[in-house]
Each structure stands twice: as C-alpha cells, then as structure tokens.
Nanobody
C-alpha cells in the first residue's frame, strides 16, 4: 500500500473542496480507508472512514452532514468531499488504510503524506 493524497488548497468559508487519496498498490479494496486531520498545535484527529466496499461510513461529529467520504475501488482511490467549510476545518488532511474499522490513528497501518486545506474567513 502506497498512499498519495492530493487536492488540498485555499478556499473561502462556506466553500467546497474534494481531496483524493490514490493507492498505487494492488490491495486497495482489502483496506478500510480513513481520513484524519491535524491542525497546528493540535493532535491528529479522526474525520471519517469508509469500509472495504464503500457500504459503510462513519464521521466525526464535527463534520457530519458537511463531509462525505467515498471510494472507487476500480481507481484505487478514496475521496473526501468537503462542503460548507469553516475556518476550523483548516488542517493537514491525511488519508490512511487499515485492515479493520477504527477511529484512532494507531489503528491505521499505512498513511499518505497529507494535503493542506486552508479555509479563510
């Protein structure tokens, strides 16, 4: 598993952004895919995960109703669609892969390099 995150950028509050995570390996569908984020001076926190076939998802309360996680196993890609963005969503967003569902960083075996999302007020 080799994860590459992309799609971050600068967006105004209320705007939308989609970040992507591509796995260059061959076992993408064997993993739960998660997104985490880390703001300056804060710990890395769970954002969302999607299960192996995409049939199950879970979200942090802070993003529920605004963010959508989904995956395309044919493209080895996981996505995080972020709508109604707020300045407090500003962070480096990391994708990660795990063999089981989880909401803690230590439960994920593989990590992408992160992509910066900045939301201006």
């Amino acid at each position: 598993v080799q994860l590459q995150a992309s799609g971050g950028g600068l967006v105004q509050a209320g705007g939308s952004l989609r970040v992507s995570c591509v796995d260059s390996g061959r076992t993408f569908s064997s993993y739960v895919m998660g997104w985490f984020r880390q703001a300056p001076g804060k710990e890395r926190e769970f954002v969302a995960y999607v299960t192996w076939s995409g049939g199950g998802t879970r979200y942090a309360d802070s993003v529920k109703g605004r963010f959508t996680i989904f995956r395309d196993n044919a493209k080895n890609t996981a996505y995080l669609q972020m709508n109604s963005l707020k300045p407090e969503d500003t962070a480096v967003y990391y994708c990660a892969a795990a063999t089981q569902v989880g909401v803690q960083p230590f439960e994920y075996e593989y990590w992408g390099q992160g992509t910066l999302v900045t939301v201006s007020s």
